[in-house]
């Protein structure tokens, strides 16, 4: 991946084995990027114009998440030192990316 996308991200994408478009809930508003996932790792990158206005990025090792719940357009992800929520329309490249992690929808996490 590169040309706009690698602009759009403002970093290089090629060490990524999966990215799918996705909005992370920071502060009081949803900001545009992309979840992203690679060799034991999960993380959040900020579209340029949102890292431009505050967005921040965020990277979990896969051994450090405690639970990941996908319901219609909502991914949470539980981690030992808080939560994070994510709001996409992609929900079936998020299953299929993400699939070994999901607990089912109506289980204890997904209240």
């Not at 929520?85 to 607990?103: I, K, Y």
Request: proline share 6%; glycine share 10%; charged share 25%.
């Amino acid at each position: 991946m590169s040309g706009f996308t690698a602009w759009w991200l403002d970093r290089p994408v090629a060490d990524l084995d999966w990215k799918v478009p996705i909005s992370s809930w920071q502060r009081f508003r949803p900001v545009g990027g992309y979840l992203a996932g690679s060799a034991g790792h999960i993380e959040f990158i900020p579209n340029r114009f949102e890292a431009m206005v505050g967005g921040r990025p965020w990277k979990l090792a896969l051994a450090d998440v405690d639970r990941v719940v996908l319901v219609p357009r909502r991914l949470r992800i539980t981690f030992a030192d808080g939560e994070h929520v994510l709001v996409t329309h992609r929900s079936e490249a998020l299953r299929r990316h993400l699939g070994f992690l999901l607990e089912p929808a109506g289980s204890r996490a997904d209240r």
